[in-house]
């Protein structure tokens, strides 16, 4: 499952130079994505059980991380930083997300075609052995982890209005 954090051999590369870094603060890696078009872009995800991070946190992150990649020196050229929570449609990319977001929809591209097609989109039903279950319109499917390319939740912003409702009503009946 490596591959969904860090997929490229630079990624993997600094990967092992920050892992250890992010974790003494107190995060997780979630996610390494470098891109090296007109403006090369090193931006990696991180988050402090699954709550998401501060502004405050990111600034802490990135200068501890600069130093590590100033010595390093991984990347050839100039290139941007960014440190950043994984956001509301955060990529699943270990074990424990497919885990923890059980319930919940999710989309997932695989690297081969499975059925004629490589998107998928449904409802995660749980991790059996190396594959998660996935809940789509023909039935639950098993997804081989080396198959996955990328795994994203999806969820909306009307999504989260209705749970934050549903939470208020539920407070108001229990504080009746």
Known sequence: MEHLIANTAISKRIKAQILPVIEQLGFELIKINYTDAQKTTLQIMVDKSNIGIAIEECAVISTNISAILDVNDPIDGEYNLEISSPGINRPLTRKKDFDFWFGHEIKVKTNELIDQRKNFRGILRGVVNDEIRLEIAEGTIGLNFEWIEEAN???SFGDVLKE????EK?????SQ
């Not at 934050?164 to 939470?167: A, C, D, E, G, W």
């Not at 539920?170 to 229990?174: A, F």
């Open 153 to 155: 939740l999806n969820i």
């Open 164 to 167: 934050k409702k549903l939470q």
């Open 170 to 174: 539920v407070l108001k009946k229990t």
